[in-house]
């Protein structure tokens, strides 16, 4: 059996033992995880000597004679797939999505410090750390140093036996790829669900035919414009070549090939050229050590990312993708995508996926990668010996031609794709089929406000909690997401799920009693419940007539904001540079005050129904003010809103518990509770339950032949 074959029947295999067993595949996620630690182990070492050995290899005149050309052709090359790579995410399908509150909404990345990053004070802190940017650097500058020094045969000797040491050690780890991804496919095929299976046939779909007409058109067109070599003869004479770095999925070993049939190629627009014979030798090699076309394409795996787990890359942040890109695809794929997963705070285990779309993709990029190569020799050769030439006509039709091909791959792929995504949004249905976590102590739900004080004889809740045997609790309506009714109508909830905890923990009952915003001060200062657990923030004009517990969550001010202006909201500056904007925010006077002071041109509106608001769509509003916290879970029952919370450093308002009647020995009870629920973890779970959706839809065990049809397990 070919190596290609090993190949293909270990994805077969894996597939067949991920639908079999299910989730219970993920047991070889072990073997995954490490198979790609091998990968990545060899890569920067080989980067670094492979670098300086190409470039110290060359004599100073032959290096400046070929180092313009060279580099002008590549950079045009790279030009061009970055350019198409952009294109991949016009294909994708228009989505609705929403998502429970993220952390990345707050968390500032540090601004792009390209001195840090490209610039390697300590080369081997850089090598130690997985910089790859610094690495490719530090390894340039060696390698041309080298050139000038007389006397280093002796060095690029032992860097060619280190060179091929690395090689054969990659090439060990290479024949482990049938067992690599064996595990990977069999982990991919048993835990992704349905939908994430129909969103990874995206990227497929679309990189793929973007890819070939890359491969197959405009390279070979761009030749063909340029030099007097037809598309069909550039074909022709590489497809042996082409042929065989798709199905190997590599493009090392077709390297001797593809210098032949550059040189045949040029032969015969030169023949008797020596230079045109020659320059191959040089060229093809050392391109191979800079990203090529398939590799850049990558890029737009980022993209997807994005848009697979709704942290799309804005295209504001194009620019900065494209330049650490290039720069990180010096090296190895399985390097550069982590590292770019990374800056633009993506989720990092949509790696996997990239491996798992990479059985495919990388054969398909090593076609792309030989007709790159095969392009720059013939281009830049033609360039050295006076045979590249500008005629307009020419030129003017390829560039028509690739204008009407890539619009309709684009195009076709992307009414392909609308037909095979499904649009339906659910969001708001697993918003709404939220229950509480824990087992619920017997509860009584009012309705309607009923004050069950009678003046100031009534009992302090310490004592009237002991002597009802029931904990009388606050809640404001519709309180998302810290109290509200689900679609059984039960009122669930953050601080529901604490009030539920807090009654069994004293050994009570629970009655749950609707409270007013506007009068909240005054029902709690008479008495109408023992304490309010709603999502309440502490402010200076209710600390003022109410007695708060400890603070037992911090929540950021943000805004809520449609989806096609939520670019114009980065920071306050941007905010205020909109003019004389209206902002809806709760009659919450910090919130209030809060905006007019940050906003002063905004015209600012006080409004408590915030589910009218987005209901209607209220035209007249630019902008809702509230914590991003309550506002992701608005945008899940309202996917047209996005949640922004403008820097350049986010506001917290501190939540709390008002206590009833200002009891200070309950107070202190509560203050002690709260302490225990945030040591146990209570908080923490409920947080990650409630307010960033973890586990939010009830998991159904994934589709499996030994669950399903055969049913030999539960």
Not at 65 to 92: C, D, E, K, N, Y
Not at 236 to 253: K, M, P, R, W
Not at 486 to 513: K, P, Y
Not at 550 to 565: A, F, K, Q, W
């Amino acid at each position: 059996m070919t190596f290609s074959r090993k190949i293909l029947a270990g994805l077969a295999a894996g597939i067949l033992v991920g639908l079999f067993f299910g989730e219970r595949a993920a047991a070889l996620k072990w073997a995954a995880d490490g198979f790609v630690k091998l990968l990545q182990m060899m890569v920067l070492p080989y980067i670094t000597v492979s670098i300086i050995t190409s470039l110290g290899s060359l004599d100073y005149q032959e290096a400046r004679a070929l180092g313009w050309r060279m580099g002008a052709v590549i950079a045009g090359l790279w030009a061009v797939a970055i350019f198409f790579a952009f294109l991949v995410p016009l294909t994708f399908p228009s989505v609705q999505n929403a998502s429970f509150f993220s952390s990345s909404l707050v968390e500032r990345r540090p601004p792009f410090n390209f001195i840090d990053l490209y610039i390697p004070a300590n080369p081997f802190y850089s090598l130690a750390n997985n910089i790859v940017p610094a690495v490719v650097l530090f390894s340039i500058v060696l390698g041309i140093a080298l050139i000038r020094i007389e006397s280093k045969g002796p060095v690029l000797e032992m860097l060619r036996v280190i060179n091929e040491a690395i090689s054969a050690a990659t090439r060990l780890v290479t024949r482990l790829t049938p067992y690599g991804l064996f595990a990977i496919a069999a982990t991919a095929a048993g835990t992704l669900s349905v939908e994430q299976m129909s969103r990874l046939e995206v990227y497929l779909i679309a990189y793929v035919g973007v890819a070939l007409l890359v491969s197959l058109w405009v390279l070979p067109g761009l030749v063909a414009a340029l030099t007097p070599i037809h598309v069909k003869d550039f074909l022709a004479e590489a497809h042996a070549a082409l042929i065989t770095a798709a199905v190997a999925g590599d493009l090392f070993i077709v390297l001797p090939q593809l210098t032949q049939a550059s040189k045949t190629l040029l032969t015969r627009v030169s023949a008797g050229d020596r230079d045109a014979e020659r320059m191959p030798d040089v060229i093809v090699p050392a391109s191979f050590n800079f990203p090529h076309t398939g590799k850049l394409l990558s890029l737009s795996f980022v993209l997807f990312a994005g848009w697979f787990s709704d942290a799309v890359v804005r295209r504001a942040d194009y620019p900065q993708l494209a330049l650490s890109g290039l720069v990180t695809f010096f090296g190895s794929l399985n390097v550069a995508v982590p590292f770019l997963l990374d800056m633009f705070r993506i989720p990092a285990d949509t790696f996997q996926l990239f491996l798992a779309t990479g059985v495919i993709n990388s054969r398909v990029g090593s076609l792309v990668a030989a007709v790159h190569t095969l392009t720059v020799a013939v281009l830049v050769t033609c360039a050295m010996t006076g045979h590249l030439r500008w005629q307009r006509r020419r030129v003017i039709s390829y560039a028509v031609l690739t204008a009407v091909l890539t619009m309709m791959v684009v195009g076709g792929s992307q009414l392909f794709l609308r037909t095979r995504v499904s649009n339906e949004y659910t969001k708001d249905k697993v918003l709404a089929s939220m229950q509480l976590l824990h087992t619920p102590v017997a509860a009584t739900i009012e309705r309607t406000p009923a004050s069950v004080a009678d003046g100031d004889g009534a009992p302090a809740p310490v004592d009237a909690v002991a002597a009802r045997g029931t904990l009388r609790v606050g809640y404001l309506p519709n309180a998302l997401p810290f109290a509200f009714f689900n679609q059984h109508e039960d009122l669930v909830g953050f601080d529901v799920e604490l009030a539920h905890r807090l009654a069994s923990d004293m050994h009570v009952g629970l009655t749950f009693v609707p409270v007013d915003r506007v009068h909240l001060s005054q029902q709690v200062a008479r008495g109408d419940c023992d304490i309010v657990m709603s999502g309440v923030p502490i402010t200076t004009d209710w600390a003022r007539d109410i007695l708060f517990s400890d603070s037992y969550l911090d929540e950021t001010l943000g805004l809520l904001v449609p989806d096609d202006r939520r670019d114009g909201y980065d920071t306050w500056d941007d905010v205020r540079g909109r003019g004389a904007i209206t902002i809806a925010v709760p009659d919450v006077p910090y919130y209030v005050a809060k905006l007019r002071e940050l906003v002063p041109r905004a015209t600012i509106r006080t409004d408590l129904d915030i589910e009218r608001m987005l209901k209607t769509g209220s035209p007249e509003l630019d902008a809702i003010g509230m914590p991003a916290e309550r506002g992701s879970a608005w945008t899940l029952m309202y996917p047209q809103y996005s949640v922004v919370v403008p820097g350049p450093s986010p506001i917290k308002v501190p939540l709390a518990y008002p206590i009833g009647r200002r009891d200070g020995r309950f107070a202190s009870f509560v203050n002690v509770w709260i302490s225990l629920k945030r040591k146990d973890g209570t908080i923490d779970r409920a947080f990650n339950y409630w307010i960033l959706g973890r586990d939010a839809a009830p998991r159904r065990p994934r589709w499996s032949i030994v669950r399903d049809v055969l049913h030999w397990v539960e």
